[in-house]
């Protein structure tokens, strides 16, 4: 049986176990996993990068999450979590401890190294200019930083997607289901389809990150305006603009 | 009013960047703070908006402490101007502009109003209101940098370096801006710079401090330009202050010589005819000075310059504007090719030439005259005139 017959099946469209269902669930706990990890991260990443107080926190407690295997950690979680929880939520919660693990150092660093790549003077004309120190956070360092915090949101994500078929591996749903299950069938066509699914999803999922991006992030940021003719007569800025440029150049 | 009072900035490792300054820097007047790196002149600006807290001493704004005040609340009420503008780039350069006053609670149509007017009044296009500061130069930039600050007309304005990173070309004509504006809408102004020439050329009073945070001399120009308090202020003001000094010298009773021209297009024998030691200057058709031929120029068996095109003038000269300025008048004699000097009126147009010779003679009766006015006069007066404008290039 080949990977087109396998898609062509009908019987893996419908039911519980089905495609769409599996991918709903992946995507799911994806994002729970990712919302928990941005309202941990970004606030911590944002406050110390503004502050400048535990930076060292931040590099090594990133470089430590990051070291931790991740299905050493899965085991532990379980054996750890789950008596505490009934049902479903036995196995739930720990996947979910260990994706969020995982989520938080790159929105955590990418977050404060944003705030941090703030110009200074940029910070010094918000202070002198009388923003207090929660409107110079909000209105000036996040705004110039969103660019890399999403892009930290983004590698995270891409992580949860690859990495969420562990969740099959303690015996919940999710695309991991086809990997997990193939492999105990020997059945490399299901394990392969699981993992074509897994790289469509990250790939949809990275695209439509970057339009939140293009969404969210002022265009004075992203280095695709076009200068405009200068009465000063500075050569630099002076690249000819054959009409009045739009907001972006193309 | 800003007042200095025994001021101090020491910080925890002993380093004293401000010590015990007391300075006033009186209403609607540019006052400049200038000195050598480490002096602790931006301390002492940024002490003024509290940036940095002074650890002793206070800082009064019209007679009031700022230790007291709320410092976003003071902050509001203070223009600030640094280098590199400081602009936010994620904001358009209207909104830049309408910071403050949307800081105070303004309405966003006021606020945007009053953004296209300072963008007017700072010599920028209204189309520029929707760019973004990345789109900018550097001279544009910092013009948005002054509109910012003056978005909600406070009476002081803080201006840290604001034209030191701009190449002197424009760092010449935002000066020349900044000198228009300020006499349009009198602020009272600290303005910090390590340009000596730069502080003679804005300031009302300069304040020379020396590295420490000590204040070695606080005076009007002319006064630091003509009688350093010492060595160090002698140093830092520089070796051409002779030159410089002559901005603020009494005006200049000179007499402009008659000046032979052609027009562009004149035949060679026409030029030849007109000359004096082998230099004819050449007029617009509005009589304006373009430049000096050379009626020698064409050596045997080539055909010279004839008639004259604009490609035969020789353009090293200045022009001074008006006969009143001897330090203009002298660079241009000076930079001539012919070793005369083109005058012009406020307009532009050819009034005559002066001779190096000319202007040394008018500089020396100027000083007798000045020395005879002291002599007359109580100590301490001094001559308070500013040159308005600069020399410009060409013939």
Redesign the interface.
């Known amino acids: 049986m080949n990977l087109i017959d396998w898609f062509a099946d009908p019987a893996h469209w419908v039911g519980p176990d089905g495609i769409p269902r599996q991918v709903l669930t992946h995507l799911l706990y994806c994002a729970i996993a990712a919302a928990a990890a941005i309202v941990i991260a970004l606030p911590a990443g944002l406050v110390i990068g503004h502050t400048g107080r535990g930076a060292v926190l931040v590099a090594g407690l990133a470089n430590a999450l990051r070291a931790l295997p991740t299905l050493g950690l899965l085991i532990a979680a379980v054996l750890l979590v789950s008596p505490h929880f009934g049902s479903q939520l036995a196995f739930a919660v720990p996947a979910l401890i260990v994706l969020v693990v995982l989520a938080v150092p790159p929105i955590l660093t990418n977050a404060y190294a944003g705030v941090v790549a703030v110009p200074p003077q940029v910070r010094t004309a918000a202070h002198g200019i009388g923003m207090r120190p929660w409107q110079v956070l909000l209105t000036v360092e996040l705004p110039c930083a969103l660019p890399l915090v999403i892009s930290g949101v983004r590698s995270a994500s891409l992580q949860l997607v690859s990495t969420a078929t562990v969740a099959a591996y303690v015996s919940l749903g999710g695309l991991g289901r086809y990997i997990i299950d193939g492999q105990a069938q020997l059945d490399y066509t299901q394990m392969l389809a699981g993992a074509v699914l897994v790289a469509l999803l990250a790939v949809a999922v990275e695209a439509l990150l970057l339009l939140l991006e293009r969404a969210l992030v002022s265009p004075g940021l992203t280095g695709r305006l076009r200068r405009l003719p200068d009465p000063d007569g500075d050569p630099a800025a002076a690249v000819p603009a054959a009409a009045p440029s739009p907001g972006r150049a193309p | 009013m800003i007042r200095f009072d025994r001021a101090t900035k020491a910080y925890p490792d002993g380093t004293v960047a401000v010590d015990g300054l007391d300075l006033t820097a009186p209403t609607g007047k540019t006052t400049v703070l200038v000195g050598p790196s480490g002096c602790g002149k931006t301390t002492s600006l940024r002490m003024v ?1 509290r ?1 940095i807290e002074p650890t002793s001493g206070t800082v009064l704004l019209d007679g009031r402490d700022t230790a007291g005040l709320d ?7 203070i223009g ?1 101007v ?11 350069v209207a909104d830049n502009i309408a ?2 006053p949307r ?1 105070l609670g303004w309405t966003r149509r006021t606020a945007r109003d009053r953004a296209l007017e300072l963008l007017e009044l700072v ?3 209204a ?2 209101a ?11 930039q910092q013009r948005v ?1 002054v509109a ?2 003056l978005a909600a007309d406070p009476p002081v304005m ?1 201006m840290d370096e604001p034209f030191s990173a ?2 002197p ?2 760092r010449a ?1 935002l000066q020349e801006e900044f000198l228009a504006l300020q006499r349009e809408i009198g602020k009272t102004i600290l303005f910090v710079t390590h340009d000596i020439a730069e502080a003679v050329t804005l300031g009302d009073r300069i304040a020379v401090l020396r590295v420490g945070g000590e204040l070695a001399q606080f005076a009007p120009p002319h006064e630091l330009l003509t009688r350093p308090a010492d060595d160090f202020v002698a140093d830092f003001v520089g070796r051409d202050r002779g030159y410089r000094a002559l901005d603020f010298a009494a005006p200049a009773a000179l007499e402009v010589r008659e000046e032979n021209t052609v027009r562009l297009g004149a035949s060679l024998e026409e030029a030849r005819g007109a000359a004096r030691d082998g230099w004819t200057l050449v007029v617009s058709d509005a009589h304006r000075p373009l430049g000096w031929i050379d009626v020698t120029a064409a050596g045997p068996g080539t055909a010279g310059p004839d008639p004259v095109g604009r490609e035969h003038l020789v353009l090293g000269g200045t022009t001074a504007r008006g006969a009143e300025g001897l330090r203009e008048l002298l660079d241009a004699a000076l930079s001539s090719p012919s070793g005369r000097g083109a005058v012009t009126d406020e307009a532009g147009v050819l009034t005559g030439t002066v001779t190096p010779e000319d202007v040394v003679g008018a500089i020396t009766a100027a000083r007798a005259e000045a020395a005879a006015q002291a002599a007359r006069e109580p100590a301490g007066a001094t001559t308070d005139r500013r040159s308005q404008a600069p020399a410009e290039e060409t013939a």
Do not use: K, M
């Open positions: 908006n940036l410092t976003a609340e003071l902050r509001r009420g600030y640094i280098q590199n503008a400081g602009l936010f780039p994620h904001r358009t910071s403050v800081l010599g920028l296009p189309a520029y929707d760019r973004y500061p990345a789109q900018l130069s550097g001279g544009q940098g910012r600050a803080l701009v190449d070309v424009v004509r």
